[in-house]
């Protein structure tokens, strides 16, 4: 009997033991008893009651990645293109997501599958190509809310890839190429034109440079020949003002010295002679000097 009652004993101790539930850090446990809900566990240790207490789901609360494979999605403009998204949710209510809908994650893939084509079938394929940030703000709004009864809260959702069909994306390919080369066109045009504009203002400036240097100098030439012209015409002023004064001084010496006939009409001869080695070529002379030359002729024949 004794060993039965051990028995017994080591058994409650080991479902005792069994039954003890440690719930880790961000993680919940939705915990039924005889079937019907009985509470959240958070984080530490809990006893559940043997054959009582069940563990119906384990949920992780910390934000989750749904990577969905491409949905065929029709444009407004019926072209058929192949989408997949990425969906940030996190659990934040673990009852409603336990009871809330059956199979939470299919259920979300669902969603986001026809909120993408209701949302796609409203744009063009061009509105559709440029328009990433618009659609995610609406499906993340959408789903946001579809999503609040089941105890999930999406936090973004991602157009991950977005593939036209072939024929399209040669089509754009060469629709890019062609808006290349006309923006190359346009830059390569922008940067002649500016060149030339360049080029043209440097040759304006120099020749307003050129024609500065040549005013400067033709004026420094004039300069130079009015200069040359005041310093000739003062030399030849005063050329003029020292034989002048020279002829004032020999007069003044001659007069001082009381000269007779004789000598007046020696000094007369020899300004005549001075007059004969000229350029004239007819000599008058006076009648009251002929004798006096006649007088000089003899002299010098004398001598001879």
Do not use: C
Request: aromatic content about 4%.
């Amino acid at each position: 009997m004794g060993y039965i009652i051990v028995a017994v004993i080591i058994i409650a101790i080991i479902i005792a033991i069994s039954n003890i539930t440690v719930v880790q850090q961000s993680r919940a446990y939705v915990i039924e008893r005889i079937g019907r809900f009985h509470a959240v566990w958070g984080v530490g240790f809990h006893f559940k009651v043997p054959f009582v207490d069940r563990i119906v789901r384990r949920v992780s609360l910390k934000e989750q990645v749904l990577d969905y494979p491409p949905q065929p999605v029709i444009t407004k403009d019926n072209v058929t293109m192949q989408i997949d998204t990425v969906v940030y949710f996190q659990i934040t209510d673990p009852k409603l997501y336990a009871y809330g809908v059956e199979q939470p994650m299919a259920a979300m893939e669902t969603l986001t599958a026809t909120t993408l084509r209701n949302i796609i079938g409203d744009l063009e394929l061009d509105q559709t190509l440029t328009s990433r940030d618009v659609v995610n703000t609406k499906m993340r709004a959408i789903l946001d809310v579809a999503t609040d009864p089941w105890g999930i809260k999406v936090n973004r959702v991602e157009l991950k890839n977005i593939l036209p069909p072939a024929d399209i994306q040669n089509s754009m390919e060469k629709q890019m190429k062609a808006e290349r080369d006309r923006r190359q066109a346009i830059l390569q045009a922008e940067g002649q034109r500016k060149s030339a504009i360049l080029i043209a203002e440097g040759e304006k400036e120099a020749a307003i440079l050129r024609a500065a240097a040549e005013k400067e100098a033709a004026i420094l030439r004039a300069q130079a020949e009015k200069e040359a012209a005041v310093l000739k015409a003062a030399g030849e002023a005063e050329a003029i003002r020292e034989v002048q004064q020279a002829l004032a001084d020999s007069l003044k010496m001659l007069n001082e010295s009381a000269p007779n006939d004789s000598v007046l009409k020696l000094k007369a001869i020899e300004a005549m002679q001075q007059v004969a080695n000229g350029q004239a070529t007819k000599i008058i002379i006076p009648s009251e000097l002929q004798g006096l030359v006649g007088l000089a002729n003899g002299l010098v024949e004398g001598s001879k």
